[in-house]
Antibody, heavy 117, light 106 residues
Framework: QVQLQESGPGLVKPSETLSLTCTVSGDSLNNDYWSWIRQPPGKGLEWIGYIYYSGGTNYSPSLKSRVTMSIDTSKNQFSLNLTSVTAADTAVYFC???????????WGKGTTVTVSS | DIQMTQSPSTLSASVGDRVTITCRASQTISTWLAWYQQKPGKAPKLLISKASSLESGVPSSFSGSGSGTEFTLTISSLQPDDFATYYCQQYTTYPYSFGQGTKLEI
């Protein structure tokens, strides 16, 4: 079955760039959107944005100035970069499959990122 | 952007109870609404799509209804495994938005 796995540093210093990768197994990246979502400690879910298999993107307006997503279909991976991080970016970051016209149906387990010096 | 508002924020109930969670959208979203269940330390799990379509493997005790701006998630008979936090999410328009969550506790 389809599985997603987030990976990346668990600790990032303030003002630096948070970089995460999501590796997809059991499915190709073709024909779907692939989203990132985050959840600060004890809080709700926030959609960050998606990348399409062709490379097209759509970012949340609240994060658009700091977010870049990329995709590598040969490795079945997609990535998130978030620049100029602050403590407010501390969260569990999830990646998810986002089929066209459907809700996000398969999620990674999430990875915790802490922003601290 | 579309705002999603859930109520209540916390719901105390017992095994066997019937419970209902409400989700309201700030503008019409037709039936482009999903419900997720999240347990501590876990990823959200998709329960219902298109406001009322139960995902495969989800117990029939769960049901969803509504259209436009008002939606409900009902659990007809609570089981111990159902105590979790529930989120609604609209997927008609980007940016996607979630309700703030309803924590269902014993």
């Amino acid at each position: 079955q389809v599985q997603l796995q987030e990976s990346g540093p668990g600790l990032v210093k303030p003002s630096e760039t948070l970089s995460l990768t999501c590796t997809v197994s059991g499915d190709s990246l073709n024909n779907d959107y692939w989203s990132w979502i985050r959840q600060p400690p004890g809080k709700g879910l926030e959609w960050i944005g998606y990348i399409y298999y062709s490379g097209g993107t759509n970012y949340s307006p609240s994060l658009k100035s700091r977010v870049t997503m990329s995709i590598d279909t040969s490795k079945n991976q997609f990535s998130l970069n978030l620049t100029s991080v602050t403590a407010a970016d501390t969260a569990v970051y999830f990646c998810a499959r986002d089929p066209p016209g459907e809700p996000m149906d398969v999620w990674g387990k999430g990875t915790t990122v802490t922003v601290s010096s | 952007d579309i705002q999603m508002t859930q109520s209540p924020s916390t719901l105390s109930a017992s095994v066997g109870d019937r419970v209902t969670i409400t989700c309201r959208a700030s503008q019409t979203i037709s039936t482009w609404l999903a419900w997720y269940q999240q347990k501590p330390g876990k990823a959200p799990k998709l329960l219902i799509s298109k406001a009322s379509s139960l995902e495969s493997g989800v117990p029939s005790s769960f049901s969803g209804s509504g259209s436009g701006t008002e939606f409900t998630l009902t659990i007809s008979s609570l089981q111990p495994d159902d105590f979790a936090t529930y989120y609604c999410q609209q997927y008609t328009t980007y940016p996607y938005s979630f309700g703030q969550g309803t924590k269902l506790e014993i």
